[in-house]
């Protein structure tokens, strides 16, 4: 009896140990690492400060910064405009130098460097084992369509310019006139503001209705003969009374291979994770065009001559 409550103590402490061993199998390491050249202004035109600018963890996993560059810097929780806020701060992080904490908290926080506060980044921690897309994933539907809804049969004139040359970009959004019951079509269509058309342009697209996110593509990519045509699911509201939120996050023009890092954008040009909101009107029309900037060109601006109108 007494060898049975031994065993019976080694196999409670054996489970305990590989509780923790597999909550601790399912822990990740997050990289981010200051961009090369960073201390100087113009990282924040690329969204190329952090790379990436954006990311995702979980509680329990292990944030590394990564000091790449060849000037110190600092990780610190809040933003230039209000200062730190106390979360993490790495302190001066010389090259080659890295800071690591263990995310504890759930939530979304910014942080920038307080040496160059033009770099900033922002840090979405999430319960464990919850999916950063498990909302979104489901939402709508995506057809690569060999014909646009926007040309029809006809060829557009498309940019011979090298994406880097690029100054500005505007994107056309057309939609059908969708009512409850019914989706809602969306196509996106990226322009230089000469009216060419650009080539081989990394998009996230977003549409929710009354706080419900109805569409999420995330990687969509677009270029000549193959045409992302965007469905939503059907509309719980009429569109008149609850309109919809439409986001458009801009993840460069060129080819894009893998997660942000920077071997991956190599070759991919454009302020990568710039997002615009805009919301659907019914009584302004069909074609929306919004600007985002490109390669060294900071200003945004918006045509007024369309349906949705822009949220900032």
């Not at 007494?2 to 997050?30: C, H, M, P, Q, Y």
Request: glycine share 10%; net charge negative.
């Amino acid at each position: 009896m007494r060898k049975f409550g031994i065993g019976l103590i080694v196999l409670s402490i054996s489970l305990a140990i590989s509780g923790f061993t597999f909550d601790g199998a399912f822990a990740e390491e997050i990289k981010i690492e200051n961009g090369r050249g960073s201390s100087e202004p113009g990282c924040e035109l690329t969204n190329l400060c952090f790379i990436p600018a954006v990311s995702t963890a979980h509680v329990g996993d292990k944030i590394i910064f990564l000091n790449g560059d060849d000037a110190p810097h600092t990780s610190t929780s809040g933003t230039p405009a209000s200062g730190p806020n106390g979360i993490w701060d790495s302190g001066l992080q010389q090259p080659g130098v890295d800071f690591v904490f263990i995310a504890t908290n759930p939530g979304t926080f910014d942080y920038f460097c307080m040496v160059h506060p033009w770099m900033v980044g922002q840090l979405e921690i999430l319960p464990q084992g919850e999916d950063a897309f498990e909302t979104t994933e489901k939402s709508g539907t995506t057809i690569d369509d060999t014909v646009s809804m926007i040309y029809g049969d006809m060829t557009p004139e498309i940019s011979q310019k090298e994406p880097g040359a690029v100054s500005e970009v505007f994107a056309n959004i057309v939609t059908n006139d969708a009512e409850k019951g019914s989706p809602l079509t969306i196509e996106v269509e990226f322009l230089e503001s000469d009216g060419f058309v650009i080539n081989h342009v990394n998009y996230d697209i977003i549409a929710s209705q009354n706080g419900k996110v109805i569409l999420a593509d995330n990687g969509a990519h677009r270029h000549l003969f193959k045409y992302p045509v965007h469905t939503t699911d059907a509309l719980e509201f009429d569109p008149k009374t609850h309109p919809v939120d439409i986001d458009v996050t801009f993840q460069g023009i060129g080819h894009f291979v893998g997660s942000l890092t920077e071997e991956s954008i190599l070759g991919v040009y454009g302020p990568i994770g710039q997002t615009s909101t805009f919301q659907v009107v019914p009584e302004f029309g069909v074609v929306a065009s919004l600007v985002l900037v490109v390669s060294i060109v900071a200003v945004i601006a918006l045509s007024t001559k369309t349906r949705l109108v822009q949220k900032f």
